[in-house]
């Protein structure tokens, strides 16, 4: 029993987040410090994963080693790696760029040019491969992006003005000076249309290298990096919206106001089901498809739709979690192996309460981000990032009004424009300097969202079509992410680690790890165990 505490213990003061209503203040997590009420915690669920993998160390203690853990295990540990999803991506377009240079150059053309037909009576999908990517996979993609500027809009560092002043300053910043700049140089031509692509910022590509500085880089300025990209991703989908939307079908956008209609009326009467939402979504999806509208801002609207209120109280779910815990260990024996009936039986009482719990909002937004992260991201990179540089002139390239626009509006412009509105606002006291931060960490965050890769690549896409232009994008966008990517290095890497960050598990807030209850602070393991303390003496079965 005495173990069970201690998982009990653990669980609270370094697994997930704690329920809103106990106002638990914890130590940074990784990339930034939360405090939300809907980033609400399976406290009990990590609890319940640590107790079966207990079961499981205690039954296999004596059995041999996987003959393939020298393989599983350093893919496992890459996996759990913040920065996989970027060095994923990375790895996806470099075999993209060396697949369309290679002697089967065509095959790789070949195979996003392939027909692939979806009919249901008389409704018909008809589109190529690469459209299924770009309009299919990417709708999911815009999925998350919606349900994150969702969450940081309600509770995130976008929830108060204060908070929200300076990463919407600095995104504004970033996206209006690389237009001016793209837009200087392509006026009156036709590719003047080609102006939203360098407004454009990878949050995988920026985040990763900042995760890899490690504790040269204050949690603060993670935070501040995250919450400008999702301002950010809010342009660039406000700017897909009205600028870059073909012909209109009423007929499919009224059908679209339908499917849309149905999914607020399903959150107003309480539908907690994801699954409602999913086929709801889909028809969305299809009729934003015909309606001449991009489909991926279906993605958008049915994350604005997701309920975000909890099922339980943090009361009853800490009453619940804590009944569960009382029923697993008075059921625990002595040399105990495996998890018996009862156990079984506390367990799922314990994943019940915690999904009751949590917002399906949250719920939808953990489980896609993985999916994202490690399969659409990169099969978007690896559809769209090939070009072939067979008989071009590089350096005429290099210097065309397309590929320079880009590359200026990327690396000149959002440096600019992100580190002079950073400024502006900060001196006039709109917003405030994030804790721990220097004027040259601030730079070297403005010169990374010069990474414009993911998105600019789909908005390129969408300006350009397919030819020899859409090429030139490509090409400067690639540089551009590159120079970025490599002097926001630089900078960071050799900027000064902030004095007072003594761990990565200590932030500004000076009760950081503390729980209060009731109004009481728990502060110590001895206290929060005495609360986790049975009320009753369990008799050994």
């Known amino acids: 029993m ?44 990590s609890i319940t994963t640590q107790t079966k993998l207990n079961m499981q160390q205690i039954s296999t203690q004596d059995s041999p080693k996987h003959p393939l853990s020298f393989i599983t295990n350093p893919i496992r540990n890459f996996f ?29 053309f070949h195979l996003w040019h392939t027909h692939v037909d979806l009919d249901i009576g008389k409704l018909g999908i008809h589109m190529h491969l690469l459209h299924w990517i770009n309009d299919g996979l990417m709708a999911i993609f815009f999925l998350l992006v919606g349900l994150e500027i969702k969450r940081e809009v309600l509770s995130g560092e976008l929830a108060s003005k204060k908070k929200a002043a300076l990463p919407i300053a600095a995104a504004i910043g970033g996206m209006v000076v690389p237009a001016l ?55 660039a989908v406000l700017v897909i919206a009205f600028f870059y939307t073909s012909k209109l079908s009423l007929t499919a956008l009224g059908a679209a106001g339908l499917f849309l209609a149905a999914m607020i009326v399903a959150n107003r009467l309480g539908v907690r089901r994801l699954t409602v939402y999913g086929i709801l979504g ?48 008075g059921a625990t024996k002595p040399d105990q192996k495996d998890l018996n009936h009862k156990q079984e039986h506390a367990i799922h009482d314990i994943e019940h309460a915690s999904k009751n719990v949590t917002p399906p909002s949250l719920r939808l937004e953990h489980t896609l981000h993985s999916w994202v992260a490690f399969l659409i991201m990169p099969v978007f990179a ?34 600019i424009g992100i580190f002079a509105f950073s400024w502006l606002a900060i001196k006039s006291g709109i917003a405030e300097m994030p804790a721990r931060t220097t004027w040259k960490q601030i730079y070297g965050v403005s010169l990374l969202a010069g990474i414009g890769f993911t998105m600019s690549l789909f908005i390129a896409s969408l300006a350009f079509g397919e030819g020899e232009v859409l090429n030139l994008a490509k090409l400067g ?65």
């Open 282 to 329: 889909i028809g969305l999806w299809v009729a934003f498809l015909k309606s001449g509208i991009h489909a991926t801002l279906a993605g958008v609207l049915m994350a604005m739709t997701i309920p975000t209120a909890r099922k339980i109280s943090a009361h009853d779910f800490m009453e619940a979690g804590k009944n569960a815990m009382y029923k697993y260990m």
């Open 181 to 235: 700049i793209y837009v200087v140089l392509n006026l009156g031509t036709p590719t003047m249309n080609g102006w939203g692509v360098p407004m454009a910022t990878d949050i995988a590509f920026a985040l990763g290298i900042i995760i890899l500085l490690g504790k040269r880089v204050p949690v603060a300025l993670k935070v501040f990096l995250v919450a400008l990209a999702i301002v950010d991703d809010l342009g």
């Open 382 to 415: 690896f559809a769209n990032a090939g070009v072939s540089f067979a008989g071009i002139d590089i350096m005429a390239s290099l210097t065309s009004k397309v590929t320079l626009g880009i590359i200026l509006g990327l690396f000149l412009g959002k440096q």
């Open 80 to 108: 759990q790696q913040e920065a996989a999803g970027g060095i994923l991506l990375m790895a996806s377009a470099v075999i993209a760029i060396v697949w369309a240079n290679s002697p089967f150059a065509e095959a790789y």
């Open 477 to 541: 966008i690639f540089v551009a992410s590159f120079i970025a990517g490599v002097g926001g290095w630089f900078v960071l890497s050799s900027s000064a680690p902030a004095e007072d960050e003594v761990d990565e598990h200590h932030d500004e807030d000076p009760h950081a790890g503390t729980i209060y209850l009731d109004g009481k602070e728990l502060r110590t393991e001895e206290e929060i165990q005495e609360f986790f303390k049975p009320q009753q003496t369990f008799e050994k079965a």
């Open 2 to 45: 005495n173990h069970a505490k201690v998982l009990v213990f653990k669980s609270i003061s370094t697994k997930g987040e704690f329920p809103a209503g106990y106002s638990y203040v914890y130590p940074s997590h990784r990339d930034k410090q939360v405090r939300s009420p809907l980033m609400l915690p399976v406290v009990f669920s």
